[in-house]
């Protein structure tokens, strides 16, 4: 089960069958979940809460704050497909979507190496 | 482009491309990632922000509601691949491995309709 | 030292004589300051991630929940005095002018037991 | 109104009058209360997004953006007071028992210039 060989729609079904098989669908309405979602997004950043920006990027050299960030890393992410599972939201299409607007928002060439 | 044909390689590389063609991957170090996530989380958590919980589980009628959601849901996706390029993580496994562990830590027989 | 006999100026002074002490006003720079409210802020929240609204209004009931939940408000009044004192931002009138900016945008007649 | 003639009371009657003004508490429970410091902090934290640590340092040289963090800063303020009125939380108290468990928990000289 990698990245390769793991569609989306295989990912939201690990983790509906995790919520249902605890009954757990009458806590994941959608406020509860998107506050689930900024919860775990700030055990994340705090990883990197003093880090100056050139340590942070070598932060993948120490395995041990790798494997927390890999786990608050699928926090996020498991809240942010249980919220698509209950909004019934297509995260690859929304993704997609998202892209084609920024890409018309921020014009490649007009926009590189500079973010506004 | 829907979840149930596109995988997860897919979608990172899609986001990937888009860093790539401005030469964003220098702004895009980790603990600016990390931040990026928390942002549009809030972003997401501020349409729920009033409401109670039940209203909060029928926000999927309000078409307009749900696009701003999307686009939201769509950023934090966004921002969280784009954290896995940078730090090689392959989110399939991450994910498929925490919830083995809360498998463990929340037995389903034990926590069917509680979450302590 | 309570709220009825302390002025903001001796908060903010308790705080930035905190960090002077350990000299730490080198990782409390504005950037690293906004972080670590947004993670304290997290860490609040939690403690109501799961309640519906009726409960968590009950939380004072509880005198561990309400011990945890002073702790984490300290810590976000804490980061946030921090910020002022880096940024030189007088609370009380940057609060002042807000509440009066607000009275204009939501006038109390118009917006009595309505937020929109 | 300043901090150095502000007591901490005053500006949680503020805020206290601003709610109730609009007959807003039946919104202002905990749990939404912490959602919107949340929310609020994470705008605070926009403004740092891309720059880096020295460069955040800075900021207090553009009027235009110390004006903007002022407001969201204040924002933040203004729900933290809001939930120490309706918790019934003395913020100094907490505050400045926080800050003995801290001094506690990092001693000055053993964490002079370091976090851990």
Same mark, same amino acid.
């Given at each position: 089960?990698?990245? &390769? ?7 939201? @079904? ?5 919520? !249902?098989?605890? /009954?757990? #669908? ?22 990197? &809460? ?7 990027? @070598? ?5 041990? !704050?790798?494997? /927390?960030? #890999? ?46």
């Amino acid at each position: 089960m990698t990245d &390769q060989t793991t569609n989306v729609a295989d990912l939201r @079904r690990a983790v509906a069958e995790f919520v !249902d098989a605890r /009954d757990w #669908r009458q806590f994941h309405n959608p406020k509860n979940l998107a506050m689930s979602i900024a919860i775990e997004a700030a055990e994340l950043m705090e990883h990197f &809460q003093w880090l100056d920006l050139p340590v942070s990027g @070598r932060i993948g050299e120490s395995p041990r !704050d790798i494997g /927390d960030i #890999r786990e608050e890393l699928a926090d996020v992410l498991c809240y942010a497909l249980s919220l698509a599972n209950v909004l019934e939201i297509d995260v690859s299409t929304a993704l997609h979507e998202k892209l084609v607007k920024n890409n018309a928002k921020y014009p490649a060439e007009r926009f590189r190496g500079r973010f506004k």
